[in-house]
Nanobody, 115 residues
C-alpha cells in the first residue's frame, strides 16, 4: 500500500517561507501526476502546483513566482517551497498523486500565515 506523508507546515509571518515535504512510502516512480492542493476554511480544495503526466509543471496563478514544486527521486519525496507567503495562503495543504487508477492523498499539513 503506497502512502503519502506530508510535513513542514506551521505558523509563519507574512513574507516568510516554508518548505513542505511529501514522502512516498513506496517508490516515487509508481506515482504519477504528483502535486499539492490546498483547502482554506469555507473554500473548495484547489490545485496549487503539480506535475503533469508529460512532466511539465502547473501552478495556480496566485502562487506563480512565489512557490516552487520539485522532486527528489532518490529520496522518494516531493517538495513545495513557498516564499513570500501571504495570509491568503493559509490553508491545509495536501499532497496527492495517481497510483495506477487511484487518486491517493496525504493527511494534510496546516499552513498558517499571520499578517
Amino acid at each position: 500500500q503506497v502512502q503519502l506523508v506530508e510535513s513542514g507546515g506551521g505558523l509563519v509571518q507574512a513574507g516568510g517561507s516554508l518548505r513542505l515535504s511529501c514522502k512516498v512510502s513506496g517508490t516515487i516512480f509508481s506515482i504519477n501526476r504528483m502535486g499539492w492542493y490546498r483547502q482554506a476554511p469555507g473554500k473548495q480544495r484547489e490545485l496549487v502546483a503539480g506535475f503533469t503526466s508529460g512532466g511539465t509543471i502547473n501552478y495556480v496563478d496566485s502562487v506563480k513566482g512565489r512557490f516552487t514544486i520539485s522532486r527528489d527521486n532518490a529520496k522518494n519525496t516531493v517538495y513545495l517551497q513557498m516564499n513570500s507567503l501571504k495570509p491568503e495562503d493559509t490553508a491545509v495543504y495536501y499532497c496527492t498523486g495517481k497510483y495506477y487508477f487511484d487518486d491517493i492523498w496525504g493527511q494534510g499539513t496546516q499552513v498558517t500565515v499571520s499578517s
